[in-house]
C-alpha cells in the first residue's frame, strides 16, 4: 500500500482530528497521535452481527478501526439477506459473527476483525475488559440488560469515587420498523439501560381468558397454540424454538384450524412466525441511519473531538423523517448503576454469619432490622441467610453459626442485601481486614 | 465530561478460557431477593423453596380458610425469568382444581400476571391475586368454562362441584385428585 494512498484515504480523518474547530471539545487537542490510536489501539466491541451489526462492522471498518471484536450466537438464515449484506446465500447456516468478519477483512485492507460464534453470556469479566467501547446493535432486552450489568460490574471505585479509566462506555443502538434509537451510557455516569427500562414497551400480551374463550384477531389463535396446546400437546419434547420450521408449521396448523373454527380471517405463516419470535420487519434505511449515529458516536468518544450524544436519540421515519434528542435521566435507586459498593470492615475472619447480621443492625450508617443476605460465591448465588420467609429461614438457619470464612465469603465479595429499611437490595462489599497480615 | 482516553493506552488481552461470570448479581437477582425478602404472606400463604440457594423458582401454598375453597390446599409454581422485572413470573397451578379462572392444565388467568403486569408490582403483588381468585372465583373472565357457567347460573351446584373436585372425585368426566388439607 504506497503512502500517497494511505494519505489520501485517511485525509478526511486527517481533517478533522489535527486541526481544531468551533465544535471540538475545550480539552481536544488536535494532533497525528489520534488517528493513531483509532486505527492501532482502540479496541472495539460490535454485540450483534445482525441488521444493525453488519451496518455497524461496515461503518466502523471504512472509518478507520482496526481492532474490532464481533459477537453473536445467531446463523445466517435465507431471510436476513436483503439487509444483512455482509452475508451471501452460501453463508446460511454459518455464524454471523465469522462470515461478517471474514468479509470485513477482506474487503477492508488492514482491518483486523476478530469472531466471537457464542453468547455473550459465555464471555467473563476478563473478555470485556480489554474493550475501549462497547457497540451493541441487539434486539433482545435481556441482552442489553446483561451487558449493562457486566460493564458496570467493571468499575472500580475509590473512595465512593468511579476511577475513569474502568469507564468502558456503551454506545446502544435499537430499531424497530421505521423507528429506532441511538445512545450513549457512560456506565456509572450517565443513565443505564436499566435507568430506563421503563422505555422498553412490554410485550403485547393478551389476556387468557381471551385466547382461550373468545378469541378475536389472528394473534390470539396462535397465543393460543403457543401458551396452552404447545405444553398440552409439547409436540417435539421441548421447548418452541422460533427458529425451526418444524416448530413454526405446527404451530401454524393448529392455529389455522382454530382461526377457521371461530371464523378469523388473516392468518398466514408469516405472522406466526412474527407472533412466535416477537418479530417485527426490519427496515433496511433504519438500521443504516442508526448504524451510522452510533458509528459517529464510537468515533467522538475514541477521539474527543466533538461533545457525545447526551444521551438518547429517537429516530421515527413513519411518516417523513423526524429525530429528537434528550438526556435520559440517571436514576439514584437504579439497581444497576447506582449501586456504589460500600465497604464493610470485617475484622476477624472467624466471624459468626450472625456476627455481621448484627453489625448490619447496629451500625449507625446502616441499622437494618431484618436484613435478608445472598452472595454471589464462585459464580453461583447462595442464600446466606434470610429470616422473613420461614421455609428459606430453616433451611439457612445453620449458617447463623457458621464462619465467614467456611462459607466462603472472601475479602471482596460482595454480599446482597436485602432490608426493608432500603429501597432496594444494597450491595456490601466485604473487606477483612486481617487478610495482609496473614498472607504475610 | 471525563476525557476517556487521555491515557490512549493499548487494552491487554485479558480473555481467559473460564466461563463467563459476573461477579456481581443481576439486577434481576438484586430484585427478586428483595422481593422475597420482604414477602409479606397471609396467614392462608406459604412459601416452598426446593434449592433456597434459587430464588428464582420456588412454590407458593394457598390454604383457603373461607369461601368455596376452604380447607383446600393449591400448590402453585413460580419461575422468575432473567427479564424480571420487565416481564411478570411465569405461574402455574399444580393442584388440579375447578375453577373458572384456572384450567386442567394449570394454566392461570390473572390479569397481572399477563397484560397487567407492571415492573412496580412484586411478587406480594400475585400472591394476593391468586389469594383473591380464591375467595372470588370470577365467572366473567373464564378459563373453564364449564365450572364458569355453573358458577353463574347456579352457586350452590358450583359450591357441591367444588367440595367434590377438592375430596377427590369426578365432576363431569374429569377426576380431580383429592387437596384437601
Ligand atoms: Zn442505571
Given at each position: 500500500m504506497g503512502s500517497d494512498h494511505t494519505h489520501r484515504r485517511w485525509s478526511h480523518l486527517q481533517k478533522v482530528l489535527e486541526r481544531s474547530g468551533p465544535f471540538c471539545r475545550p480539552d481536544f487537542e488536535p494532533s497525528s497521535e489520534t488517528l493513531k490510536f483509532l486505527m492501532e489501539n482502540c479496541k472495539l466491541l460490535v454485540i450483534g452481527a445482525g441488521g444493525l451489526g453488519c451496518e455497524l462492522l461496515k461503518d466502523l471498518a471504512l472509518m478507520g478501526f482496526r481492532q474490532i471484536h464481533v459477537i453473536d450466537m445467531d446463523t445466517v438464515e435465507l431471510s436476513n439477506l436483503n439487509r444483512q449484506f455482509l452475508f451471501r446465500h452460501k453463508d446460511i447456516g454459518s455464524s454471523k459473527a465469522e462470515i461478517a468478519a471474514k468479509f470485513i477483512n477482506a474487503r477492508v485492507s488492514g482491518c483486523n476483525v476478530v469472531s466471537h460464534f457464542c453468547k455473550i453470556q459465555d464471555k467473563d469479566e476478563a473478555f470485556y475488559r480489554q474493550f475501549h467501547i462497547v457497540v451493541c446493535g441487539l434486539d433482545s432486552i435481556v441482552a442489553r440488560r446483561w451487558i449493562n450489568g457486566m460493564l458496570i460490574s467493571l468499575l472500580v471505585y475509590e473512595d465512593g469515587e468511579i476511577d475513569p479509566s474502568s469507564v468502558i462506555p456503551m454506545v446502544d443502538g435499537g430499531t424497530e420498523g421505521f423507528k429506532g434509537n441511538a445512545r450513549v451510557i457512560l456506565p456509572g455516569l450517565s443513565a443505564c439501560i436499566e435507568c430506563t427500562l421503563d422505555l422498553y414497551p412490554p410485550q403485547v400480551t393478551f389476556p387468557l381468558c381471551t385466547i382461550a374463550n373468545t378469541p378475536r384477531l389472528p394473534e390470539h389463535c396462535i397465543e393460543y397454540v403457543k401458551v396452552i396446546q404447545w405444553p398440552k400437546e409439547n409436540p417435539f419434547d421441548c421447548a418452541i424454538d422460533g427458529d425451526d420450521p418444524q416448530h413454526i408449521n405446527w404451530i401454524y396448523e393448529k392455529a389455522t384450524e382454530r382461526a377457521a373454527q371461530f371464523g378469523i380471517q388473516g392468518l398466514t405463516y408469516r405472522l406466526v412466525q412474527g407472533v412466535v419470535k416477537h418479530i417485527i420487519p426490519a427496515v433496511a434505511s433504519t438500521n443504516a441511519a442508526i448504524a451510522a449515529s452510533c458509528a459517529t458516536e464510537v468515533f467522538k468518544l475514541a477521539t474527543s473531538c466533538c461533545a457525545s450524544l447526551n444521551n438518547y436519540m429517537v429516530l421515527n421515519n413513519i411518516e417523513g423523517i423526524y429525530t429528537y434528542t434528550y438526556e435520559a435521566e440517571k436514576k439514584d435507586d437504579c439497581l444497576a448503576c447506582s449501586q456504589v459498593p460500600r465497604e464493610i470492615e470485617i475484622k476477624d475472619p472467624n466471624w459468626k454469619l450472625k456476627d455481621l447480621i448484627e453489625l448490619l443492625c447496629e451500625r449507625s450508617d446502616l441499622q437494618m432490622k431484618n436484613p435478608g443476605l445472598t452472595a454471589n460465591i464462585n459464580g453461583k448465588n447462595k442464600t446466606l441467610y434470610m429470616h422473613t420467609v420461614q421455609s428459606i429461614e430453616e433451611k439457612t438457619r445453620e449458617n447463623l453459626q457458621k464462619t465467614l470464612q467456611d462459607l466462603g465469603l472472601r475479602d471482596g465479595i460482595e454480599l446482597n442485601v436485602a432490608d426493608v429499611t432500603t429501597p432496594n437490595t444494597v450491595t456490601l462489599k466485604l473487606k477483612f481486614s486481617q487478610t495482609d497480615v496473614e498472607m504475610l | 465530561m471525563i476525557k476517556l482516553f487521555s491515557l490512549k493506552q493499548a487494552k491487554k488481552d485479558g480473555e481467559s478460557p473460564k466461563a463467563g461470570t459476573q461477579k456481581k448479581a443481576s439486577a434481576a437477582q438484586l430484585r427478586i431477593t428483595k422481593d422475597i425478602n420482604e414477602l409479606n404472606l397471609p396467614k392462608t400463604c406459604g412459601t416452598e423453596f426446593p434449592?433456597?440457594?434459587?430464588?428464582?423458582s420456588f412454590k407458593l401454598i394457598i390454604c383457603p380458610d373461607e369461601g368455596f375453597y376452604r380447607g383446600g390446599r393449591f400448590v402453585f409454581s413460580f419461575k422468575v425469568g432473567p427479564n424480571y422485572p420487565h416481564e411478570p413470573p411465569k405461574v402455574k397451578c399444580e393442584t388440579q382444581v375447578y375453577h373458572p379462572n384456572i384450567d386442567l392444565e394449570g394454566n392461570v388467568c390473572l390479569n397481572i400476571l399477563r397484560e397487567d403486569w407492571k415492573p412496580v408490582l412484586t411478587i406480594n403483588s400475585i400472591v394476593y391475586g391468586l389469594q383473591y381468585l380464591f375467595l372470588e372465583p370470577n365467572p366473567e373472565d373464564p378459563l373453564n368454562k364449564d365450572a364458569a357457567e355453573v358458577l353463574q347460573n347456579n352457586r350452590r351446584v358450583f359450591e357441591q362441584n367444588v367440595s367434590k373436585a377438592m375430596r377427590g372425585g369426578y365432576v363431569g368426566s374429569f377426576f380431580f385428585e383429592r387437596c384437601l388439607k
Open positions: - | 434449592d433456597p440457594d434459587d430464588l428464582l
